[in-house]
């Protein structure tokens, strides 16, 4: 989902080298040279790693969907550009989550080597986010293997970690990792939770204070987040949740959900029932993390575009609102897609879902 919350924009040249894309996301672009990231974090180190504080940083983001978690970047229509950073800092986001989908990149035998290319894209992106004073956080996403077979996939997970987390362990603290996006299907809390524990200690060998984003089962519903348990001494983690309720709302007509046709048309117009049913879901998080003791990040919320306009910017502020008064961060799904609140087409914002994300007086 997308979106970030407003923090300190450095003030930064852009120059685009790049040709206009008036085809959409999807148009191939020359990759622009990287950008060095900074070597210090502009903040003191206790309060970086402090997680409630950088939570707090996190604030209002986006996500940059449907690029690098894509089979093949572009191959959804979506090619990340440098402009896209600019925009998103300029908007006012705090932050970008940037999905991932490593299983595509990395051999499937052991020691399961993750493509330098691929690698040096990531960085490229990373570094485009640092360099303009937006949070980073990095996941593995799509590894749909997992899902269905967790046993089999378990060495490979812990691979990909120990390099990804050995890569970046001198990135400043604004870059956070996120073990696995939406754990789903066989991957069940008996089996997730002591596979979440072993993916922490690989990455604790390299990053010992690094904040890291960890979710629960279930697609990272909320009504799984009982089911959660994480290390009891591990207090550097931020404790993520989705949030796509109700779903023949924010789903309807989607191609990728079964029976989602006869949805079109769903309006959500904010009344009393509809608005008590989001506050009680979000007071059962709220509740989990005062008696747990751990910050919460709305990783993802959005609407799909077959979703009248209208209604969609109206859940999305309820949405937005909702996780701020309890002192959630939250990052919008997603950028410049299907849910998308930039329309790269007309490189314009789509400005009901920016207004509904960033009003002008929050």
């Known amino acids: 989902m997308l979106k970030t919350h ?8 852009l120059t685009l080298s790049l040709a206009l894309c008036t085809g959409g996301c999807s148009r191939a672009t020359a990759t622009p040279s990287p ?40 191959e959804w229509g979506v ?28 051999a499937s035998a052991p ?91 690989v990455v604790r060998r390299t990053n010992p204070d690094r904040n890291v984003v960890v979710s629960s089962t279930e697609w990272s519903g909320v009504h799984a987040l009982g089911y959660l348990q994480l290390p009891d001494d591990d207090r550097h983690l931020i404790v993520t949740v989705h949030y796509y309720l109700p779903f023949q709302f924010t789903h309807q007509g989607a191609e990728w959900v079964s029976g989602s046709e006869p949805w079109l048309g769903t309006t959500w117009s904010g009344t009393p029932a509809e608005k008590q049913a989001v506050a009680d879901d979000f007071e059962r998080v709220a509740a989990w993390a005062e008696e747990h003791d751990r910050p919460v990040y709305l ?26 008064q309890r002192g959630f961060s939250w990052a919008y799904w997603e950028f410049c897609a299907g849910f998308g609140v930039y329309n790269p087409s007309t490189r314009q914002w789509n400005e009901p879902l920016l207004t509904a994300l960033l009003p002008p007086n929050p």
């Open 35 to 74: 950008v060095p990231i900074p070597t210090s974090t502009s903040i003191p180190a206790s309060q970086a790693a402090d997680p409630f504080e950088q939570n707090r940083r996190l604030g209002r983001g986006v996500n940059l969907g449907n690029a690098l978690e894509a089979p093949s970047e572009g």
């Open 111 to 201: 020691p399961y080597t993750i493509d330098p290319s691929f690698f040096e894209r990531v960085d490229w992106a990373v570094n485009q986010a640092l360099s303009r004073g937006l949070l980073a956080v990095v996941n593995v996403h799509h590894y749909e293997e997992i899902f269905q077979n967790p046993a089999q996939h378990r060495e490979r997970l812990l691979a990909l970690w120990e390099q990804i987390a050995g890569h970046y362990q001198d990135y400043p603290p604004d870059l956070l990792f996120e073990i696995l996006n939406e754990p789903n299907t066989a991957l069940t809390a008996n089996v997730w939770n002591p596979l979440l524990a072993d993916a922490l200690r």
């Open 6 to 13: 407003k923090g300190t924009i450095l003030m930064t040249i």
């Open 299 to 324: 990783g993802e919320f959005g609407a799909y575009s077959k979703a009248d306009l209208e209604s969609r910017a109206l859940w999305t502020d309820f949405i937005a609102r909702q996780a701020e």
């Open 79 to 106: 090619t990340l550009r440098e402009e896209y950073f600019q925009l998103i800092a300029d908007a006012g986001f705090d932050a970008v989550r940037i999905p991932i989908r490593w299983s595509a990149h990395a």
